[in-house]
């Protein structure tokens, strides 16, 4: 669904892509929301599709940590 695209970007691949009934992943209706073919950076997905404030999703607030490190150390 999401194709690498460079460093620290992605190509949405949404062909093929049936919603699945009681969805526990919290990305997905950012996901859906998107168009197909879109460019989406790592940052846009953090801050567009996920919603801290609305779920706490253990591997998403780890992953938003690990992506926060990668940024500090890119920065130095």
């Given at each position: 669904?999401?194709?690498?695209?460079?460093?620290?970007?992605?190509?949405?691949?949404?062909?093929?892509?049936?919603?699945?009934?009681?969805?526990?992943?919290?990305?997905?209706?950012?996901?859906?929301?998107?168009?197909?073919?879109?460019?989406?950076?790592?940052?846009?997905?953090s801050s567009r599709w996920y919603n801290a404030d609305e779920v706490r999703h253990s591997l998403m607030v780890a992953l938003d940590k690990f992506?926060?490190?990668?940024?500090?150390?890119?920065?130095?």
């Open positions: 669904m999401l194709v690498p695209e460079g460093d620290h970007g992605f190509v949405l691949n949404k062909r093929g892509y049936t919603p699945r009934l009681n969805e526990q992943n919290p990305l997905i209706p950012g996901f859906e929301a998107e168009n197909d073919d879109a460019d989406v950076i790592y940052n846009e997905i992506g926060a490190q990668h940024r500090r150390s890119s920065a130095l």
